[in-house]
């Protein structure tokens, strides 16, 4: 088993994202990976300016932003998203306990401007998911990161 396949399933876990569904995206998502990249975070999420488009599945792992769309008529996995981290730009976040909510935003390499809304449904998880984005884009100089905390 590779490091991508070990570290998949605890992590979806840990996000509240169930078995099944992690993998579901697992075929689809080791394709977008290098050997030996492993996963940091894994969630659902919403667009901010599409909520009902579908579902979305967030992957972040040490090199990669990857998102997968699962369409809501046909139910169809489609790539959203897969970019190297240093190829983002303008990363932020805003992370709102009140809300049990973290936005995450980011510019591709192609100008378009994403926008997630991952919902945590706990206000502790908000700070965790808040320290695991702080972590991966805050010492990267590629990125400009700056988390706005909501109050």
Same mark, same amino acid.
């Given at each position: 088993?590779?490091?991508?396949?070990?570290?998949?399933?605890?992590?979806?876990?840990?996000?509240?994202?169930?078995?099944?569904?992690?993998?579901?995206?697992?075929?689809?998502?080791?394709?977008?990976?290098?050997?030996? @990249? @492993?996963?940091?975070?894994?969630?659902?999420?919403?667009?901010? @300016?599409?909520?009902?488009?579908g579902d979305y599945l967030l992957l972040l792992t040490h090199r990669r932003l990857v998102v997968m769309r699962r369409t809501r008529l046909l139910r169809r996995l489609r790539l959203h998203l897969n970019a190297e981290l240093r190829h983002l730009t303008n990363v932020t976040w805003n992370s709102d306990p009140n809300l049990s909510a973290v936005e995450l935003a980011a510019t591709a390499i192609d100008g378009v401007r994403e926008r997630f809304l991952i919902q945590v449904g706990d206000p502790k998880r908000v700070w965790q998911l808040d320290a695991v984005l702080n972590h991966r884009f805050r010492p990267g100089g590629a990125s400009r990161v700056a988390p706005a905390l909501a109050t």
């Open positions: 088993m590779d490091v991508f396949s070990q570290t998949l399933p605890p992590t979806a876990v840990v996000a509240g994202v169930s078995a099944t569904r992690a993998g579901r995206h697992l075929a689809n998502l080791r394709r977008c990976m290098e050997s030996g @990249d @492993d996963a940091v975070l894994v969630t659902r999420c919403t667009r901010v @300016d599409r909520p009902a488009q």
